[in-house]
Structures are given as C-alpha cells and as structure tokens.
C-alpha cells in the first residue's frame, strides 16, 4: 500500500462536524471516551481564536490525495517547577484512517511545528497501558518511554494506568 501523503492546516469552520461528532459518539474516540460533551463548544472556541491560542490548540490531518480531513493533532500548555514549559499533545483519527501510518506522521510533524514555532525543550505523550498501536506511533515519532503514570486516570468506572512518552528539541527528529 503506498504512503498516503498528509499535511496539518488550520481548523476551518467544515471541521467543526468532526469535532461535535467525537464529542456525541461514544465509540468514535476509543479508549479516550469520556462521556458526551457539549456540542456548541467547538462552535464557541473556533469563534474565539480558530483553535490556535496561546496556551493550546488544533490542527487539522488532511490526507492530501482525498482532499478530507482524517482527525486531527492537539496541543496544550504545562510546566514544570513553575518554569519548565512544555507542551503535551494527542491525537484523534477517524476509523476509517486508523492503522495507515497518518498517526506518526502527523505526531512527528505536529512536533517539528511547535519546535519551530515555540521556544519549548519538551514535548509529550501520555497513552493508555492498552493502546499498543500509539505506543509504537510515538516511538516512530521519535518520542521515548520515560515510564508508567500509575492510576492516573479514571475511565470506565476505574482508575487506570497510563504510559508517558517525551521528545526533547535536541533529540533526532524522524523522517516524515
């Protein structure tokens, strides 16, 4: 199967569908489900900065050969020691682009953005323990396992462990 050749864009006010559905449609986001949403937010947050603020933001994964969106990259903001910015991303595909090797790509594209874009050392990850296919994305991103978060997230009526992946500015950047 050839590589499906993909590249990030701004959110656009079309987009919005996609994000109400992840936020209506519990079996669409996967291990990520966490109960239905407001469905005006997207509405909301694309009026007030087109979903690229200050302390997160979106991007759209448009596979360029369809012409269509296939999900999209997140960012947002932390620290550490009240100085140590960083920003932590994510990831959501529709099914239908799952396991074609948008998720990496796009992941590692999202991180030379913010590297220069932003003055950030750190990027990272958290996965679940179960989620065998991001795990090996974020590695093929050029992410690291830094180790188990334990119980750090309560999901399906308990809490659970999940898995914390980084990628440092000086670390080499995978080919895309």
Request: with cysteine; aromatic share 10%.
């Amino acid at each position: 199967m050839a590589e499906l050749a993909i590249r990030l864009r701004p959110v656009v006010e079309d987009d919005l569908t996609m994000f109400r559905r992840f936020a209506t449609e519990p079996g669409l986001i996967g291990l990520d489900w966490a109960g239905f949403r407001d469905v005006q937010a997207p509405a909301r947050r694309f009026a007030e900065d087109g979903y690229l603020g200050p302390e997160d933001g979106r991007l759209m994964v448009e596979v360029e050969q369809a012409g269509v969106a296939a999900g999209f990259v997140s960012w947002g903001a932390g620290t550490y020691g009240g100085v140590g910015r960083y920003w932590e991303i994510g990831i959501a595909l529709l099914p239908e682009w799952r396991g074609r090797g948008i998720g990496w790509r796009a992941q590692a594209m999202l991180c030379d953005y913010l590297f220069a874009h932003t003055p950030v050392q750190r990027i990272q990850a958290g996965t679940h323990a179960e989620n065998i296919a991001e795990q090996r994305s974020l590695t093929k991103a050029g992410f690291q396992l830094e180790g188990v978060i334990r119980a750090c997230e309560f999901r399906a009526g308990q809490w659970r462990d999940g898995q914390l992946y980084s990628r440092l500015r000086d670390d080499p950047a995978p080919s895309t």
